[in-house]
């Protein structure tokens, strides 16, 4: 009778594994070996051994891309994090209005990143709200033409990306204070240790796994990030804000270059892996400390 | 006494910069709505005063452009449908991966995780060919698909941690009374994932409501376009014009914004909880 059980329960995997299977193991697959063909998308294609990745060694766009990828990727953990740190510490403090700015720092995660970038595109443009702000306040000589200029282009726009999730890395910080028990904090507040201590010692080490969960979630989210260039700057000024994806999307569907956007979408595939499974190791390996 | 006092003072003042500084965050909201019932002309001459007069020309003519009725429901066509499928097939697998600890199940279980960490870049393109050789480009069954094997591993992480937490008592009893493993899971287990559930859809609805690049690529007929594909065309990076700009982020925005409001409690207490657990 159990057995027949277990082969029923079994049989529920069924059309789990057929859909993940054909429609994203076999494509992952194909991808890697279509990444070491000369493919253009049609029915012929040969096999060429790493052709595409020494193409893509000696292209300077691939490198420059996998360079911006990265670093906004590190301004968009650490700004983000530090953020999201700062408001559920201090909300933390203050239940009583907790709740509310919670949900307030969260709408921005409910909007696409299509629309963010529609209204964060006129914010930084050169007539636009923020250097009308600027003016405003006197502050005439800060005025910038913020996204058409290749050095502050990709700090621009990975602080729309640090704006639209930072309510979201506060929420879970909330959650991890919310792990922290109380008899500690009030052992702390009676021994009279002043905010910042009872932050340093007891709060910021209770909170080691709600930052390994936001560190990560925000690396991977970042090193995918497509919208946000696609839609601010498109790549510009003079490729300041390319990154892997940009590349992986303009050469799969409309640079004729198809197998060597797929030879750079494992790049990606391998930087994020790499960055991320480094990343969260570490983390988990901080908490075991702790 | 002056230290009591000037504690609460600070504290006080701690609590208003606070707001202060939550304020900042939904300014460009504030904007945004204020600037798209503005005319182009009063906005051009000067960005951030006051409106002279309010309009609803810019909502009826982004409605008009982004062809939002028939894309709204096209999107919320696609986002139904995905979150039905995810659930329904996320959850029936979830069940054996939790309950039957084989060398293989756990072996199909981190085939799953392995893909939350994989971007739907690196599959697109093999994807577009698989798609095209199927005759399922320009369908809402092969977006639809595409999504349910992309949410696949959150959907399979979510539900078999939460079933490993139901005791297998009650399950043990329904067996010995005679339930199979259907009435077992429809009777039993599916129930209990009620909570479970609401978090995931949350999580998912926003993914597919909200994503460009599936419904950019894989439908390319007018008709079965969605707002934000819609919205994405009609834009020129050229001339900015707020306007226009605006009232079209807003009405892509606005349905899922709605629907949130009333599932407020639900979506926070969601999308932390989901994160956390992990």
């Not at chain 1, 995997?13 to 194909?30: D, H, K, Q, T």
């Not at chain 1, 990030?225 to 790549?235: H, M, Q």
């Not at chain 2, 951030?48 to 609803?56: A, E, I, K």
């Not at chain 2, 429809?186 to 978090?199: A, C, D, E, Q, V």
Request: glycine share 6%; aromatic share 12%; charged share 10%.
């Amino acid at each position: 009778m159990f057995h027949r059980r277990r082969a029923t329960m079994a049989a529920f995997l069924l059309p789990a594994i057929v859909i993940y299977g054909v429609f994203m193991l076999y494509p992952l697959a194909r991808g890697v070996y279509l990444s070491m063909t000369d493919s253009l998308g049609g029915p012929i294609a040969n096999f060429v051994g790493p052709e595409q990745y020494r193409a893509m060694a000696d292209d300077p766009a691939v490198t420059a891309a996998l360079w911006h990828t990265v670093l906004y990727a590190a301004v968009v953990v650490v700004a983000q994090n530090a953020l999201g740190l700062l408001f559920a510490s201090l909300l933390f403090r203050r239940p009583k209005v907790r709740k509310a700015l919670s949900v307030v720092l969260l709408t921005p995660t409910l909007v696409s990143p299509v629309m963010a970038a529609f209204i964060w595109s006129y914010l930084f443009a050169p007539e636009g709200g923020i250097n009308a702000l600027l003016g405003v306040l006197g502050l005439d000589s800060l005025q910038h033409v913020w996204l058409g200029d290749t050095s502050t282009a990709l700090y621009a726009v990975a602080a729309v990306n640090v704006w639209m999730f930072a309510g979201y890395s506060c929420a879970i910080f909330l959650a991890g204070y919310m792990s922290v028990p109380t008899e500690l904090l009030d052992a702390a507040a009676v021994d009279g240790a002043s905010g910042w201590q009872r932050f340093r010692s007891v709060e910021w080490p209770m909170l080691a796994p709600a930052l390994t969960v936001n560190v990560t979630l925000s690396l991977i989210g970042s090193l995918k990030v497509f919208e946000f260039p696609l839609v601010l700057t498109n790549g510009g000024p003079a490729g300041a804000t390319d990154t892997l994806t940009m590349l992986v999307y303009r050469n799969v569907f409309g640079g004729g270059k198809f197998a060597f956007g797929i030879a750079v979408s494992v790049l990606l595939l391998v930087t994020v892996v790499v960055l991320s499974s480094a990343t969260s190791s570490l983390l988990r390996l901080r908490e075991r400390r702790i | 006494m002056i230290s009591t006092l000037w504690r609460r003072t600070s504290g006080n003042l701690g609590t208003v910069l606070l707001c202060l500084g939550t304020l900042t965050f939904v300014l460009p909201f504030l904007f945004t709505v204020v600037t798209s019932l503005r005319t182009a002309a009063d906005v051009a001459r000067s960005p951030l005063g006051f409106p002279h007069s309010l309009t609803l020309h810019n909502f009826t003519e982004a409605f008009g452009q982004i062809h939002y009725g028939r894309s709204a429901l096209n999107t919320l066509l696609i986002t139904g449908l995905s979150c039905l499928s995810i659930t329904v097939v996320g959850s029936l697998a979830s069940y054996p991966l939790a309950r039957l600890t084989q060398n293989w199940s756990t072996w199909v279980y981190r085939l799953f995780i392995l893909g939350t960490s994989v971007p739907i870049f690196v599959v697109v393109a093999p994807l577009y060919l698989l798609m095209r050789d199927l005759d399922l480009l320009d369908s809402y069954a092969g977006v639809v698909i595409i999504y349910t094997a992309i949410n696949l591993p959150v959907a399979v992480f979510f539900y078999t941690s939460f079933v490993r937490s139901i005791p297998v008592d009650l399950e043990e009893a329904a067996a010995l009374d005679g339930c199979g493993a259907f009435r077992t899971f429809f009777t039993i287990i599916l129930p209990l994932l009620r909570p479970i559930t609401s978090t995931l859809l949350t999580f998912v609805a926003l993914q597919v409501w909200n994503d460009l690049l599936v419904p950019l690529v894989f439908l390319q007929d007018p008709d079965k376009r969605t707002v934000m594909v819609n919205a994405y065309s009609f834009i020129d990076p050229h001339t900015v014009q707020p306007t226009t700009l605006f009232p079209a982020a807003l009405l892509g925005v606005l349905p899922l914004l709605l629907i949130f409001v009333f599932l407020q409690r639900h979506v926070v207490a969601g999308m932390s909880a989901g994160a956390v657990k992990s």
